[in-house]
């Protein structure tokens, strides 16, 4: 008679989840990885979707079809609501329960909005596809209302407020100076002069805190040079409607506050007992598996696996490291093999600015500025991408706006028309 195989539970189908996945592709176990959405979202390009760069369907790819020769992995669709730990089983959203050998919660990290008033009800996050086409449709949405009225300008209808100075909001303040300076002001010929600014807002002294000094100044100056207003030792304290307060420096007229000041980590109701550190991260043991279910592994943004006496941070190499362990730990188990602690291997970091700029810090003490940052980063991030298809499109699309400087995804998509309020 054929052996009951042990049920793996994956929570999420993010970078880890999915590291996690295919680590088992060749253990006995049958893997169900279950996501709110049916595909992978490649979150480190979500700006350029936001940015109208490219298109969702480059940097999203299916579950299913990543896992369709893996024949002991399934997917299902739908939210987790609530974990059982002590019973070992999850219930979905939709009212079904299921049973677990082995968990492993990746359910990543949502919008932390540290507190600050109005942020949740007007500000735009960016951590799902939601949110990047949301941004889109609404930059994209203020141009066309100022077009029609102009007086909306003097309102602050294109001025665009970044808050937060590390990767995600130097990426995001790049990328909307070129688009404003390369294609919307040739598609809008009725403005005169620049009627677009965009203040980006950080409250620690420098650009880019995680990198070395000389990094962040050096994003500082692209940044200045191309037109953005960049506000340091400024905190943001109220965003409201139709503009937003900062001290010092009082009121900014706007409609646009893109919030990209930090996260922390989400998941499903049930783990009110693990003690949550900084970033709401769940702490772990040595192999990330929690001290109290030995069964139960969190990974990704949401675990607080340290690299010596330091959390290690909330991206994606952590990430895929720990779902590669993770994955070895269950075979361990299965096999009644020994268990063994996470370690991490440091591959450097890295941030693009724009256009022909990019910084990099490879761990030998290497560090990259300009061009060749620029080169690897575009290098790396295709070469990461899920999918051929994928690949190949986003080769495309980045080659087609090298050259041309266009934006062929500057759609707007489920949004209210020109005079009607803005989706946000
Ligand atoms: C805009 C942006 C830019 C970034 N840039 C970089 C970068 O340049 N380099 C870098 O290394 N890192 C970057 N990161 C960080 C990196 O993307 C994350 O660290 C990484 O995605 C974390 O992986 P994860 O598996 O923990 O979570 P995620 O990749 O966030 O995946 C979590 C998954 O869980 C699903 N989920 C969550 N809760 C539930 C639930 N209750 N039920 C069902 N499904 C659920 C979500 O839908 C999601 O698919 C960036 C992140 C953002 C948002």
């Not at 930090?262 to 499903?268: L, N, Y």
Request: proline content about 4%; aromatic content about 10%; glycine content about 12%.
């Amino acid at each position: 008679m054929e052996q009951v195989r042990p049920r793996v539970l994956i929570i999420g189908a993010g970078f880890g989840g999915m590291a996690a996945a295919r680590a088992l592709r060749r253990t006995r176990v049958d893997v169900t990885v279950i996501d709110r959405n049916n595909y992978h979202t490649f979150q480190p390009l979500l700006y350029q979707v936001a940015t109208a760069g490219l298109e969702p369907g480059d940097i999203a790819y299916a579950v299913r079809g990543v896992f369709r020769k893996q024949k002991n992995i399934s997917f299902r669709l739908g939210e987790v609501s609530e974990v059982a730990l002590e019973d070992r089983f999850l219930w979905m959203a939709d009212g079904t329960r299921l049973h677990y050998d082995f968990l492993v919660v990746a359910s990543g990290a949502e919008t932390n909005d540290f507190g600050v008033e109005g942020v949740s009800q007007y500000a735009f996050g960016l951590k799902s596809m939601d949110d990047a086409v949301r941004i889109r449709n609404h930059i994209l949405l203020q141009f066309e209302l100022c077009n029609s009225r102009p007086e909306l300008v003097k309102e602050g209808a294109l001025t665009f407020v970044i808050v937060g100075g590390g990767p995600t909001g130097v990426e995001v303040a790049g990328a909307l100076m070129e688009l404003f300076n390369h294609v919307l002001r040739k598609d809008f010929r009725g403005f005169t002069g620049d009627p677009a600014r965009i203040v980006l807002v950080e409250q620690g002294p420098r650009l880019l805190p995680s990198f070395h000094q000389r990094q962040g100044n050096f994003a500082r100056k692209k940044l200045e040079r191309w037109g953005v207003e960049i506000e340091l030792g400024v905190r943001l304290v109220r965003v409201e409607s139709d503009g937003c307060v900062r001290e010092p420096g009082g009121r900014i007229d706007t409609k646009t506050v893109i919030w990209a000041a930090g996260v922390r980590g989400t998941s499903p109701r049930g783990f009110g007992a693990v003690p949550v550190l900084s970033g709401g991260r769940f702490e772990v043991s040595g192999n990330l598996s929690l001290t109290s279910h030995n069964e139960v592994f969190v990974i990704g943004d949401l675990a607080g696996a340290r690299i010596g006496d330091s959390l290690l941070p909330q991206v994606a190499q952590p990430a895929m490291q720990e779902g590669r362990h993770v994955g070895n730990e269950i075979r361990a188990a299965v096999r009644k093999k020994e268990s063994r602690p996470f370690k991490y291997r440091d591959l450097g970091q890295m941030a693009t600015i724009g256009r022909h700029a990019a910084v990099v810090e490879l761990p030998i003490g290497l560090a990259l500025r300009g061009y060749p940052a620029w080169i690897a980063w575009l290098f790396l991030h295709l070469i990461k991408l899920i999918g051929f298809r994928n690949r190949a499109s986003v080769l495309v699309n980045w080659v087609w706006n090298y050259f041309t400087y266009d934006r062929t995804a500057r759609l707007i998509f489920g949004s209210p028309r020109p005079g009607e309020p803005s989706a946000k």
